[in-house]
């Protein structure tokens, strides 16, 4: 029996991703950041009468990561598969988003998984095998859309990483796969969060651009693809050996990439405007004493 273990299970991917694993018999470890959020794994599990662990787990804190990876192994032995699922989205203008927040991507979406893989690979080196799936944006390989670079920039250095870590954990017989979906229904999607609460700040010299994106990304989120398909190329990705370290999830990600191959960014920024006033109408121009 595989044992799974795969973070920020209590919607989306993750959520999917859970259940995909434990409807093969394999031992699943479910991991959300506090209770009250797993009450629909939870019951999509009972529906189905499958058997799942969710430990509670925030890949921000060290001390969370390191307890629940070893009560994990003590009870049930060592972890084959790691998911590094759990990331958070914020979008916000490079001058005035507030640090807290760029830190928070940070720290969920690049140091999460990094203090993940650190707690599991002594006992996957130790074995000789084992296998981390980093699950990352089709953003981190693509262009930076406006207001979007502090989370670009996060799945950007998550791919890196991944990179660096394939090349050295190789040798001990470790696999390492950075997935890059498209859009898909995730919470993320659903609830794109401009600024440091989720709705796009009413006030200075970005404000009306900064609406304006959350806008079109609102649109963009209506015609998601389902989590499911993401999970399902995830289990895919841990069984064949022969998955590419960047694999993307997705028609969008697959024909985006394509569109991108030798294009400079400056011939790309005028399409994507177009295609973003298409949907959410003429982008404002800047207030006028703040030019």
């Known amino acids: 029996m595989t044992s799974v273990l795969i973070t920020g299970c209590s919607s989306g991917i993750g959520l999917e991703t859970a259940l995909a694993f434990a409807r093969r018999g394999d031992r699943v470890h479910a991991c959300v950041r506090n209770r009250d ?17 969710v430990p509670l787990l925030d890949v921000t804190d060290d001390t969370s990561v390191t307890a629940a990876v070893t009560a994990v192994q003590d009870r ?9 699922n759990a990331g958070v989205d914020r979008t916000g203008p490079v001058e005035t988003m507030p640090l807290d ?10 140091w999460g998984p990094l ?12 074995r000789g095998g084992g296998v981390i799936v980093n699950v990352s944006s089709l953003a981190g390989r693509t262009f930076a859309v406006p207001h979007g670079g502090f989370y670009a920039g996060s799945k950007a250095a998550l791919g890196a990483l991944s990179e660096a870590l394939y090349a050295e954990v190789q040798p001990f017989g470790i696999r390492v796969v950075c997935l890059e979906p498209g859009s898909f229904a995730s919470a ?3 609830a794109p969060a401009p600024g440091t609460a ?3 700040s009413g006030t200075g010299p970005y404000a009306a651009d900064h609406a304006w994106l959350a806008r079109f990304l609102a649109r963009v989120a209506e015609g998601a693809a389902d989590c499911a398909e993401a999970a ?6 841990v069984d064949d050996p022969g998955t590419a370290l960047h694999t993307t999830v997705g028609k969008d990600a697959e024909a985006a990439l394509k569109f991108l191959a030798g294009v400079p960014y400056e011939q790309w ?4 405007l177009d295609q973003a006033q298409s949907l959410a109408g003429p982008r404002p121009a800047p207030p006028a004493g703040d030019r």
Do not use: K, Y
Request: charged share 20%.
């Open 101 to 110: 927040q760029a830190r928070t991507l940070m720290e969920t979406n690049l």
């Open 188 to 190: 993320i999607q659903r």
């Open 115 to 126: 203090r993940m893989a650190r707690a599991v690979l002594p006992q996957m080196r130790a």
């Open 232 to 237: 399902e190329a995830v289990v895919a990705a």
């Open 37 to 53: 959020t797993a009450e629909q794994l939870l019951g999509r599990a009972r529906a189905e009468d499958l058997t799942l662990d």
């Open 76 to 84: 049930h032995g060592p972890i084959d598969v790691l998911v590094n």
């Open 198 to 200: 989720g709705q796009a």
């Open 269 to 272: 920024l005028p399409s994507f």
